[in-house]
C-alpha cells in the first residue's frame, strides 16, 4: 500500500519521534514535511492512503488521486477534508479524538495562572534586577489574584471542556457552562451565554469552529463581559474576531487576555493580537507535549489498522 503523510512536521520532529518506524509496517510511507498546496495534488496522486493534519483535501485534490481510498487524520478536527465528497468517491475519513484533552485543560490552567500570579512578569522582574534594587522582600510591581472564590465561564462542555471544569473545581472555583448540546454535570451551572459573560471574572472558549460558533466573540461579546475579566481560548482562533479582543484589552475593560490559537496561523504580520500589552499568547501547543503526541500516534495508527482489517473505526463521514 502506498501512504504518503503530507505535512508530518505539523505534528512531529525527527528529533524526537520516530513516525517511519510506526508507519513502516502498513506500506510505503513518502513523507513531506511541510504541505504545499500547489503541490498537493501531485504529491497524492498514487497514494492508497493519505496522512495529514492540517492539509486541505478538497475536491481538486481527491479526484487527483484515483485510488485514494482513506484519509487518516492526526487531529480531531476535519473542516480541511471535504467529507461529503470523499464519502461519495468511497474514501473513509477518520479522525483522533480527545487525545490531547488533558493537554489542552493543562495549558488552559497555565495561562489562566500566568494572568492570575503574573510568574513570567515577575520573573522578568527579578531576572533583571529588580528584587535587588528593591528596600523591601516582597514586591507588589503587577497585581495578582487568588483562583478561589472566582467564577470561571467555559463556552462548550465537551471532553476539554468538562476537564477545565474538574480541575476549577480543585481550585475552589464557581463553574458556570454554556453548552448548545444539553449536559448533566450537578457540580456546575448551565446558563446561557450572555449570563456567563456577565458574571464570569474568566471566560475559557472550547468550542469547535463552526459556521455558528465563527466570530461568537465580536465586539459585542466582550462588552458583556464583566468589567476587568480574562478572556482565554485555547479552541480556534475563528471563534474571535481579533480586532474586538484587542480593543477590549487595550481599552482596560477586560484586565487581560491569553490565547493559544489566531485566525491565521503562522501568526501574520498585522495580526491585532500581537504586542498589546496584557494579551498572552502561544503559538498552537496547547495539545502538543509529547505524551500527547505519541499517543495522537497511536491513534492513526490504530485507525489504520483497522481500516486495513475491514472494521474502520472513528469514521467521520
Known amino acids: 500500500m502506498k501512504i504518503v ?3 508530518s512536521g505539523t505534528v512531529f520532529s525527527a528529533a524526537d519521534i520516530d513516525v517511519a518506524a510506526y508507519l513502516a509496517p502498513f506500506g510505503e510511507v513518502t513523507f513531506y514535511e511541510d504541505n504545499d498546496p500547489a503541490l498537493t495534488a501531485q504529491r497524492i496522486k498514487d497514494a492508497d492512503a493519505v496522512l495529514c493534519n492540517k492539509t486541505v483535501l478538497g475536491k481538486a485534490e481527491i479526484d487527483a488521486a484515483p485510488n485514494l481510498r482513506y484519509i487518516g487524520l492526526f487531529a480531531t478536527g476535519y473542516n480541511n477534508i471535504d467529507t461529503v465528497y470523499a464519502r461519495g468517491k468511497g474514501i473513509d475519513v477518520c479522525n483522533a479524538g480527545e487525545y ?3 493537554a489542552v485543560a493543562q495549558h488552559t490552567f497555565a495561562l489562566m495562572l500566568e494572568l492570575a500570579d503574573k510568574v513570567g512578569k ?4 527579578v531576572q533583571e534586577g529588580g528584587w535587588k534594587r528593591s528596600r523591601f522582600f516582597s514586591i ?7 483562583l478561589y472564590g472566582k467564577t470561571l465561564g467555559i463556552v462548550g462542555y465537551g471532553s476539554i471542556g468538562r476537564a477545565v471544569a ?7 472555583m464557581r463553574v458556570l457552562v454554556y453548552t448548545r448540546t444539553p449536559k448533566e454535570d450537578a457540580r456546575v451551572t448551565f446558563t446561557d451565554l450572555p449570563t456567563l459573560l456577565a458574571k464570569s471574572d474568566f471566560v475559557s472558549c472550547h468550542t469547535p469552529l463552526t459556521p455558528d460558533t465563527a466570530g461568537m466573540f465580536d465586539s459585542n461579546a466582550f462588552a458583556t463581559m464583566k468589567k476587568g ?9 475563528g471563534v474571535v474576531e481579533e480586532d474586538a479582543l484587542a480593543r477590549a484589552v487595550q481599552s482596560g475593560y477586560l484586565s487581560g487576555a491569553a490565547v493559544d490559537v489566531v485566525v491565521r496561523e503562522p501568526m501574520a504580520e498585522d495580526c491585532a493580537l500581537c504586542g498589546v500589552e ?5 503559538p498552537h501547543v496547547a495539545w502538543a507535549p509529547l505524551e500527547t503526541r505519541l499517543r ?10 483497522a481500516w486495513i482489517e475491514g472494521d474502520p473505526r472513528n469514521v467521520v463521514n
Open 140 to 146: 507588589f510591581e503587577y497585581p495578582t489574584c487568588e
Open 166 to 172: 474538574n480541575i476549577a473545581l480543585a481550585f475552589g
Open 296 to 305: 495522537l500516534l497511536d491513534i492513526v495508527c490504530s485507525n489504520l489498522r
Open 5 to 7: 503523510f503530507t505535512d
Open 100 to 102: 490531547s484533552t488533558m
Open 229 to 237: 475579566a480574562c478572556f482565554i481560548n485555547t479552541s480556534r482562533g
Open 278 to 282: 496584557n494579551i498572552l499568547i502561544t
Open 122 to 125: 515577575y520573573n522578568a522582574f
